[in-house]
């Protein structure tokens, strides 16, 4: 059997698996979806947010050498040596999958000269006027020119606008995305300070309603990191085959501090499914808790009844 030193084993942990098939096995590797990769050989082991699993085999990683070991049945010494040598030997060559693309120019709407239709609608909702005053002063936030509708922006790492819901305010139910949005940006609020944590909502009004209860019971409703996730996540029937919703993938990319995560999704089936989902492909490091509303089917209409705000029904 081949001898590896110590400093040889530490260096062949160091490597993820991602990075190690992007540049010496670049055939392998094919991409899911969004930020999800999986491999030409096993089309139900996914690498995501730094880790993988092979769901048929109920087996998991972080490390290349972890993958060497498990999934291709090398030895400790083996796997260290397929790393070592080829890190030594093979200068890297990035697959065409990681090529950088330019990201679209996201094509937000015209503002209009006030927020004043936009204001009328959430407050009228239950949202607290200070949690729309920061939202329009941050850009988050802010009244479209000509169909007055409420537009809802996020954005990336950078502070650069990247995607844009629409929500009506006239009475009619309408809902859409800005033209070029991208959704691994959707909308949300970050913390005063750093934080670990991490809310996580189906809408950015249930998103809103939330930081509202917070506030009304005086609690510090910017304590936290809060993000919604651009509409309803539908996983597919069988679990495996799902995978995370893109914004969320992205938001634990861009802060890797956090580690626990609540999920405020719907009291319904579509949001029952969706909590079992993502509680199921969420590496064991993170702390994840179930906390859907109390009553109504969102957050929303859970603050509705906490402020006893009788709504019109919106017309489809």
Same mark, same amino acid.
């Given at each position: 059997?081949?001898?590896?030193?110590?400093?040889?084993?530490?260096?062949?942990?160091?490597?993820?698996?991602?990075?190690?098939?992007? $540049?010496?096995? =670049? &055939?392998?590797?094919?991409?899911?979806?969004?930020?999800? $990769?999986?491999?030409?050989?096993?089309?139900?082991?996914?690498?995501?947010?730094?880790?993988?699993?092979?769901?048929?085999?109920?087996?998991?990683?972080?490390?290349?050498?972890? %993958?060497?070991? *498990?999934?291709?049945?090398?030895?400790?010494?083996?796997? +260290?040596?397929?790393?070592?040598?080829?890190?030594?030997?093979?200068?890297? +060559?990035?697959?065409?999958?990681?090529?950088?693309?330019? =990201?679209?120019?996201?094509?937000?709407?015209?503002?209009?000269?006030?927020?004043?239709?936009?204001?009328?609608?959430?407050?009228?909702?239950?949202?607290?006027?200070?949690?729309?005053?920061?939202?329009?002063?941050?850009?988050?936030?802010?009244?479209?020119?000509?169909?007055?509708?409420?537009?809802?922006?996020?954005?990336?790492?950078?502070?650069? =606008?990247?995607?844009?819901?629409?929500?009506?305010?006239?009475?009619?139910?309408?809902?859409?995305?800005?033209?070029?949005?991208?959704?691994?940006?959707?909308?949300?609020?970050?913390?005063?300070?750093?934080?670990?944590?991490?809310?996580?909502?189906?809408?950015?009004?249930?998103?809103?309603? %939330?930081?509202?209860?917070?506030?009304?019971?005086?609690?510090?409703?910017?304590?936290?990191?809060?993000?919604?996730?651009?509409?309803?996540?539908?996983?597919?029937?069988?679990?495996?085959?799902?995978?995370?919703?893109?914004?969320?993938?992205?938001?634990?990319?861009? %802060?890797? &501090?956090?580690?626990?995560?609540?999920?405020?999704?719907?009291?319904? +089936?579509?949001?029952?499914?969706?909590?079992?989902?993502?509680?199921?492909?969420?590496?064991?490091?993170?702390?994840?808790?179930?906390?859907?509303?109390?009553?109504?089917?969102?957050?929303?209409? $859970?603050?509705?009844?906490?402020? *006893?705000?009788?709504? =019109?029904?919106?017309?489809?």
């Amino acid at each position: 059997m081949p001898y590896v030193t110590p400093e040889q084993i530490e260096r062949a942990k160091q490597l993820d698996l991602l990075t190690y098939l992007q $540049y010496y096995e =670049p &055939q392998e590797l094919v991409r899911f979806s969004g930020n999800v $990769y999986t491999t030409r050989t096993h089309d139900s082991l996914k690498i995501s947010n730094g880790k993988w699993c092979w769901w048929s085999r109920n087996i998991g990683g972080r490390s290349a050498l972890d %993958y060497l070991i *498990k999934v291709r049945g090398m030895t400790l010494p083996e796997a +260290v040596i397929q790393i070592d040598g080829q890190a030594a030997i093979a200068p890297p +060559v990035r697959s065409k999958t990681q090529e950088p693309t330019k =990201p679209r120019k996201l094509l937000l709407p015209e503002k209009n000269e006030n927020n004043n239709r936009v204001i009328t609608y959430l407050t009228g909702r239950g949202i607290h006027i200070t949690l729309l005053d920061y939202c329009i002063q941050t850009g988050r936030l802010y009244e479209s020119r000509y169909h007055h509708n409420a537009v809802f922006v996020g954005f990336d790492r950078w502070g650069i =606008p990247r995607y844009g819901a629409l929500r009506g305010t006239s009475g009619s139910r309408f809902m859409g995305d800005v033209s070029c949005s991208d959704k691994h940006f959707s909308f949300s609020t970050p913390a005063r300070n750093e934080s670990i944590k991490l809310h996580l909502f189906e809408s950015a009004i249930d998103l809103l309603s %939330y930081c509202t209860l917070e506030l009304l019971a005086g609690r510090d409703w910017r304590k936290e990191n809060c993000l919604s996730l651009a509409g309803i996540y539908k996983p597919k029937k069988n679990i495996g085959e799902s995978t995370l919703p893109v914004a969320l993938t992205q938001y634990l990319e861009d %802060y890797p &501090q956090i580690n626990d995560i609540a999920l405020h999704l719907d009291n319904d +089936v579509p949001g029952r499914m969706a909590v079992k989902t993502i509680n199921a492909l969420l590496p064991l490091a993170y702390a994840v808790s179930d906390e859907p509303p109390k009553r109504g089917k969102d957050v929303n209409d $859970y603050l509705k009844m906490t402020l *006893k705000i009788r709504q =019109p029904l919106e017309r489809e």
